[in-house]
């Protein structure tokens, strides 16, 4: 069951933070008394970012869409239809033909780490530099450590933990489940050892994340 619901009121407690929670136009109480008896009573939320794209963000959201449709010999606005209605597909908050312009910040986001997704899916060359200051992050560096992307400039890449395992330890018997991992190539592996992790992360806006391979 996924519902639009909003927040209208917090509080911080000892075992986390409480929310209350309001799904308009919806009453759900028999359900979730029902749920609470069966002992399933769970929640995944989603907070959204509300605020508007900025004209930065979507300047170069353009930009990267022109790229990708230039290199598939495809006019940018056919392009950009297509990864809409591929969002829409998965997302399902906004109607077809909607406007970016009218995106929230995390919903443009989302939408940017969609079309990376493809870029990567057809292996087409992407120029990261800017990459960071318009896709959702973790999200941008799953997809990196998945289809084993430099997370920093797109090369064929492998998978580095961003928590080290310590000296000496055999690491096809250590559960590195709870590791941080980051996907690198060669020369950016390199360059995180050599400047050290912290130095690396305000260099390049990238981070070790939870990842356990497919």
């Not at 000496?168 to 190539?185: Q, T």
């Amino acid at each position: 069951m996924n519902e639009y619901a909003e927040i209208t009121g917090y509080r911080e407690t000892e075992q986390g933070t409480e929310l209350l929670v309001i799904i308009p136009d919806r009453h759900y109480v028999s359900k979730i008394r029902r749920f609470a008896t069966e002992g399933k009573v769970q929640a995944l939320i989603q907070i959204d970012d509300s605020r508007r794209i900025s004209i930065e963000q979507l300047r170069k959201s353009h930009a990267l869409m022109n790229e990708i449709a230039n290199y598939l010999g495809e006019l940018p606005d056919y392009f950009k239809a297509l990864m809409k209605s591929w969002y829409v597909e998965v997302y399902g908050d906004l109607k077809d033909g909607f406007s970016m312009a009218d995106m929230s910040i995390d919903q443009a986001r989302r939408f940017i780490n969609l079309v990376i997704e493809f870029a990567f899916e057809m292996d087409i060359p992407l120029r990261f530099e800017e990459i960071p200051s318009i896709v959702e992050v973790d999200g941008f560096l799953y997809l990196c450590l998945k289809k084993k992307k430099c997370a920093v400039c797109g090369k064929d890449a492998e998978i580095h933990h961003w928590d080290a395992i310590g000296m000496g330890r055999d690491r096809r018997e250590v559960d590195d489940s709870d590791h941080r991992k980051i996907a690198l190539c060669r020369e950016h592996h390199s360059e995180g050892h050599t400047i050290g992790r912290d130095t690396f992360q305000a260099k390049y806006y990238v981070y070790g994340i939870i990842y356990l391979d497919d």
